[in-house]
């Protein structure tokens, strides 16, 4: 029997090494879309937005009336926003 809450990082470091080695922003959505459900790509989605907004610097009760979140889910986007060492907070900061 598989232990569903172990974490398998080989497993998760060849996903990031093809996710890594597709070149368009259209296949990469697609390759999402087949490995993920509808379910997850609609949780990543929502991920993205709230950190979207915090990096746009909305306030935190705001984005969980907007988004329907609690403030937990928000609260672990707004610590990665303030790490300097974080790639997600330097990847909003480029776009």
């Not at 009760?61 to 790490?83: N, P, W, Y």
């Amino acid at each position: 029997m598989r232990n569903k809450n172990k974490f398998d990082r080989a497993a998760f470091a060849r996903f990031c090494r093809v996710l890594a080695s597709i070149s368009s922003e259209s296949e990469i959505q697609k390759f999402l879309e087949e490995v993920l459900t509808k379910n997850e790509c609609l949780d990543l989605a929502l991920r993205w937005h709230l950190l979207e907004m915090l990096g746009q610097g909305v306030p935190q009760r705001r984005i969980a009336e907007q988004l329907g979140v609690s403030l937990c889910k928000i609260t672990r986007g707004s610590r990665l926003m303030k790490d300097d060492a974080s790639v997600v907070s330097s990847k909003l900061k480029q776009q």
